[in-house]
């Protein structure tokens, strides 16, 4: 089964995801801030990390930068998750270090693909 | 409000804005310093005439001479450099009409039937020429005249009596010129310092309140975008639920929670387009880009929304496409949004992208055989918020924000957006963009 790791602090937009990811046999587990994904991805090794942009503590180019440069972690895929549909955040984003790009709001067959398309 | 409180202030000649008062008054000063020049170069014009041609007769000491030819010269010197440097031609010709008064006064004095021969025509004829040339308010303009005219008269009558003591008082006609000059100039001055700086100073105000307008939509419309997540979201799930559990009567709601949010969604894009070219935010990101691989992405997107409402869709297209360096997102978006629109306004009829390739421009034209458009309608297409009818988009859908987008983003890419229509028969939509855009040309 394939593991993500979920990153997304709005509690709302996490449980909507989650449960629809889950319903489609996906195992989830979450973190609500940068410093925590960075963490999540070391412990729990996911096969991709769906990562929303604006975070806590760190934000979420800032912990793409970090799971990227760490050996243990750099192989893992991130999707970057944003509510920023313009071109320049795309480019920010894959610049920063994310595989692939999905903006909020989520279209679900979309992101499945995106995650098939790595595992 | 506005409108109103400028139209006081032009009406009275005050300020609405108190640095402008400032800012005038420096440049008041500036300008009446030319006065003064004009006023003293006047008394010299007079004052020399008279000493140069009547010397021996008047009877001035030589020494007296030397020095005012010596001071006249600085004078003219420093006065026709002030002039040149600041550019402020109409004092030459405020000067000019004077100085044609009194050398014709001369040229009488030396041959008295002069002022009855073709000579004297000459006079007002070219007075009236410098009125022409130089249009000058009234006021100015019927100081110059008489202060000239009195110049001229005054002159007639001392030359046959004037003694040496005298002639400083021939200063007092310039200097009478001078003030009614300078009185008729501050008014005219004023207007016309009003009519630019204050028009410059609302017009940056106007600019600065669209921009804070502009800023405050990108905010927004991202705030908005996280609760309409959830909303769409939600629905989706609650939709795919109740397809799973039979739940069909809550199926047919929930569509209707999820469309609206996706319409929501679509304006709430369109508004942060709009707002991001507005506020001159909006980028090009120029690159170089095979032109057929993209057509073929636009053609699988664009595909099967055109034949949802059983139309046709032809691409007719040049071989050597070639390439293309141009915005290629925002090209995608226009060309999209041309397609959506002849989709949306086509039933069972042809929607065509024609492609024609220019020496260094290249058009993109998307004609349908829809509903089309009547005079009226098409001149208010790129309209923001309009829509040929409100009843349209009851039947059609849009935001009416897809063409005042496409068309501004059309200019940003160098380009110009045109539209042809036909009530009945069809509308055609085209871009011609350059194919290699210059950063300049944005």
Same mark, same amino acid.
């Given at each position: ?16 995801l989650?449960?629809?990811l889950i319903k ?11 410093q925590?994904?960075i ?37 893992i895929p ?21 595989d692939?790009?999905e ?17 | 409000m506005? %409108?109103? $409180?400028?139209?006081?202030?032009r009406?009275t000649?005050?300020?609405i804005?108190?640095e ?5 008054k ?9 006065y003064?020049w004009?006023?003293?170069?006047l ?8 000493i ?8 001035i000491?030589?020494?007296y001479v ?8 600085i004078?003219y ?9 600041k $550019?402020?031609?109409?004092i ?5 009409i ?5 050398n014709?006064a ?8 002069a ?8 006079l007002p004829?070219?007075?009236?020429l410098f ?37 400083p008082?021939?200063?007092?006609i310039p ?15 004023r207007?016309?310092y009003?009519?630019? $700086?204050?028009l ?22 991202? %705030? ?11 629905s ?7 397809e ?20 929501l ?7 942060l ?10 980028e ?13 992405q636009i053609?699988?997107t ?9 139309n046709?869709?032809?691409?007719? /297209?040049p071989?050597n ?8 997102t ?5 060309l999209?949004?041309?397609l ?12 065509t ?17 829809g509903?089309?458009m009547?005079? %009226? ?14 009843s ?8 009416g924000?897809g063409?005042p987008?496409?068309? /501004? ?8 957006m045109e ?5 009945g ?18």
């Amino acid at each position: 089964m394939t593991k993500i790791l979920l990153v997304e602090d709005n509690e709302m937009n996490k449980d909507m995801l989650s449960r629809r990811l889950i319903k489609k046999g996906y195992e989830i587990v979450f973190a609500m801030d940068g410093q925590e994904a960075i963490d999540m991805a070391k412990s729990e090794t996911p096969d991709v990390i769906l990562m929303d942009m604006g975070l806590p503590v760190k934000d979420g180019l800032q912990a793409t930068k970090e799971i990227k440069e760490n050996s243990d972690t750099t192989s893992i895929p991130i999707i970057a998750l944003t509510a920023n549909a313009m071109a320049e955040h795309r480019q920010e984003a894959l610049d920063g270090g994310c595989d692939e790009y999905e903006t909020k709001p989520v279209r679900l067959p979309s992101l499945i693909e995106k995650i098939e398309q790595f595992t | 409000m506005a %409108e109103l $409180e400028e139209q006081i202030s032009r009406l009275t000649c005050k300020f609405i804005e108190p640095e402008l008062e400032n800012k005038y008054k420096e440049m008041k000063w500036e300008k009446n310093s030319n006065y003064i020049w004009n006023l003293m170069i006047l008394g010299h014009i007079i004052f020399l005439l008279i000493i140069l041609d009547d010397i021996k007769q008047l009877g001035i000491q030589p020494i007296y001479v030397t020095v005012h030819i010596i001071c006249s010269f600085i004078l003219y010197f420093l006065l026709f450099y002030e002039l040149y440097r600041k $550019e402020y031609y109409d004092i030459y010709f405020t000067l000019a009409i004077p100085t044609l008064m009194v050398n014709g006064a001369y040229h009488y004095y030396m041959d008295p039937d002069a002022l009855f021969g073709p000579g004297a025509a000459a006079l007002p004829l070219l007075t009236l020429l410098f009125f022409t040339i130089y249009p000058v308010d009234f006021l100015n303009g019927f100081f110059i005249v008489t202060t000239s005219v009195a110049a001229f008269l005054i002159y007639l009558l001392e030359v046959d009596i004037i003694s040496g003591e005298q002639i400083p008082y021939l200063l007092v006609i310039p200097f009478v010129y001078g003030v009614f000059v300078k009185r008729s100039n501050e008014f005219k001055s004023r207007v016309d310092y009003m009519k630019t $700086e204050e028009l410059k100073i609302l017009r940056v105000k106007a600019q600065n309140a669209s921009k804070a307008k502009s800023d405050f939509l990108a905010n927004m419309s991202h %705030e908005l975008r996280t609760p309409l997540n959830a909303i769409i979201g939600y629905s989706e799930m609650l939709m795919e639920e109740a397809e799973d559990d039979g739940l069909d009567t809550y199926s047919e709601d929930l569509e209707k929670i999820n469309s609206s949010g996706e319409h929501l969604l679509t304006l709430i894009n369109d508004i942060l387009d709009l707002s991001k070219i507005e506020a001159g935010k909006m980028e090009l990101h120029i690159e170089e880009f095979e032109f057929e691989k993209h057509l073929n992405q636009i053609e699988a997107t664009a595909k099967p929304l055109v034949e949802k409402n059983g139309n046709e869709f032809v691409i007719e /297209k040049p071989d050597n496409l070639g390439k293309l360096t141009n915005d290629q997102t925002k090209l995608r978006q226009i060309l999209f949004n041309m397609l959506s629109n002849a989709a949306k306004f086509t039933k069972k009829g042809t929607v065509t992208l024609g492609i024609t390739k220019y020496d260094k421009k290249v058009r993109f034209a998307v004609t349908d055989t829809g509903i089309g458009m009547n005079a %009226e309608q098409l001149g208010k297409v790129f309209e923001e918020f309009t829509q040929a009818e409100s009843s349209t988009s009851k039947d059609y859908g849009g935001t009416g924000l897809g063409l005042p987008i496409s068309k /501004k983003m059309t200019k940003m890419m160098g380009g110009v957006m045109e539209v042809e229509s036909e009530e009945g028969r069809g509308t055609t939509f085209s871009i011609t963009i350059p194919i290699v855009v210059q950063e300049e040309e944005k």
